[in-house]
């Protein structure tokens, strides 16, 4: 079988640039190779290069690279559509079709003769390329790794703060973010230009909460947790109402309705968690067309409960990306709200690209810590050691997460988790038997999850005890080869 995946960045980059989907793709790719199937990776959105004068940019093609531990490699070069797509908010409206990128794409899928064409975003693409692999003559699958099929901004959140529950037809989604100047960006990568990368600064956190001496708010920051009511409202595991998502009132509308046509069009979308599957289909998306689908991870040695006394530190750890979805800030918010004697048993650790971001944060509740570490990018060989010791990973993402790998990862080496009630993570946690959930975005209810870990005899045990690791990535690489073979066997449409 010749499968083809597909996602904006080049496969070799993986999860160090685009985080974990990259990441599960690679191993997937590789996994799928040692099957004995031809794999091949494309990208799209992020390779640009100048026409023959050097003036502007070249015409849109495709080319083909040097493989990568024997998997194909294809580009896309010079696609109208950049990425990642936060960068393509500003044109989001041309994200539905494009015939000049339907034409590559039919073309790649004819040339490469790929059997399966595997989506793991339309990132860098447009929405009609679905329909142009189809019309190539190749199956076609969808994985739902994100948002970004019903969202421009990615994480469904009005100015990356507030859940978008209702995004008025695309209204609301004029003001939602900044908007680059997209042919500057293309000319830049293309080397025409001698700028910098675009940024969009993200909008404030809620303030930082300060303490008295005796551990108690200080009372500017009682008025402070007044003010930023907004940012600290409970965001409850339901996707927004199927009517108001399905409206159009302006370009953003048509867009997602586009992007729901073209899903509903795949022989199969893959959703990879219970949520994202209700979610895909409150959008519009054919509900026969969408399953869940969980994916799997890397075989890692399972570790030992680490010993603790009654009164010993409690030691917490987040791994991963953070941003202010992740919920790491949300969480050092919520130990604040822990009587000050529990407080002082919390260690809290946390390591992956962005959590010295809020250092100041977390600075500001250290005096009243056991103990606490923040530290920057790391490898998978340097988990073992990172996590030795931790009695309890923490998830406390403060939007739909579709289904975060970091709580994998901790299940996979035994470790129970504390996450929040949202997206794909109450399909992972069983409350109170390999781990604990607490309300989305609700510092109060984590911190009495938090209390119950510290305060109730024998919970932390039993939760180790219940934690069983998920399916391994080799053994979820045979069941999505189980979905392509069902397709291929199957009339064009199922």
């Known amino acids: ?72 490699r294809l580009r896309i070069v010079n696609s109208p559509i950049l990425a990642p797509a936060l960068w393509q908010f500003g044109r989001a409206e041309a994200d539905g079709a494009d015939p000049a990128l339907e034409g590559i794409f039919s073309e790649i899928v004819t040339q490469w003769r790929a059997d399966v064409v595997h989506f793991h975003t339309l990132e860098g693409l447009t929405a009609s390329c679905i329909q142009a692999a189809k019309n190539a003559g190749s199956r076609v699958v969808m ?43 293309q000319f830049r990568r ?26 108690s708010f200080s009372a500017e920051t009682q008025v402070l947790i007044e003010q930023s009511h907004a940012l600290w409202q409970p965001l409850d595991n339901v996707p927004p109402d199927s009517d108001l998502a399905r409206e159009s009132h302006n370009g953003y509308g048509d867009r ?34 969408v399953v869940v689908q969980p ?14 006394g009654e009164h010993d530190p409690l030691r917490v750890v987040f791994l991963g990306f953070n941003n202010y979805y992740k919920g790491l800030a949300m969480f050092v918010d919520a130990i604040g709200f822990l009587p000050a004697a529990l407080r002082s048993r919390v260690h809290l650790s946390a390591f992956g690209p962005g959590c010295p971001s809020i250092r100041e944060r977390a600075e500001a509740i250290r005096p009243g810590l056991a103990g606490l570490e923040m530290g920057g990018p790391y490898s998978r060989e340097d988990l073992p050691d990172l996590l030795r ?94 979905v392509y073979e069902e397709l291929l066997e199957s009339s064009p449409r199922s």
């Open 1 to 72: 079988m010749r499968i083809l995946h597909v996602n904006f960045v080049p496969l070799v980059e993986g999860p160090a640039r685009a985080g974990g989907v990259a990441g599960y793709m690679q191993n997937l790719a590789l996994c799928q190779r040692d099957l004995g199937h031809t794999v091949g990776a494309l990208s799209s959105g992020d390779g640009y290069k100048p026409d023959l004068q050097g003036r502007g940019l070249g015409r849109v093609h495709w080319r083909q690279i040097e493989p990568w531990r024997g998997i194909d």
């Open 143 to 185: 994985s739902l790794h994100n948002h970004h099929a019903f969202c421009p901004q990615v994480y469904l959140m009005r100015g990356r703060r507030i859940p978008c529950v209702d995004y008025e037809g695309g209204r609301a989604c004029v003001e939602c973010e900044q908007s680059i100047d997209i042919k500057s960006e």
């Open 190 to 215: 293309a080397g025409l230009m001698e700028t910098s990368p675009p940024s969009i600064e993200p909008p404030p956190l809620a303030p930082i909460m300060r303490f008295e001496e005796d551990g």
């Open 256 to 289: 997602r309705r586009a992007m729901a046509g073209a899903l509903s069009e795949c022989d199969r979308v893959l959703a990879v968690s219970e949520f994202v599957r209700s979610l895909a289909v409150s959008m519009g998306v054919r509900e026969s067309q």
């Open 295 to 308: 994916i799997g991870t890397l075989p890692c040695e399972r570790l030992a409960m680490p010993k603790r």
């Open 389 to 482: 010791d931790r009695h309890i990973g923490i998830v406390p993402s403060v939007w739909w997460d579709n289904g975060p790998q970091t709580l994998m990862e901790f299940q996979a080496r035994g470790i129970p988790v504390l996450g929040a009630d949202l997206g794909g993570i109450p399909d992972r946690i069983e409350h109170g038997v390999n781990g604990l959930l607490f309300r989305g975005n609700d510092r109060r209810d984590a911190a009495e999850q938090l209390k119950r870990l510290l305060t109730e005899r024998g919970l932390l045990g039993r939760l180790w005890g219940g934690t069983e690791p998920g399916p391994t990535i080799a053994e979820h690489s045979a069941e999505v080869v189980g």
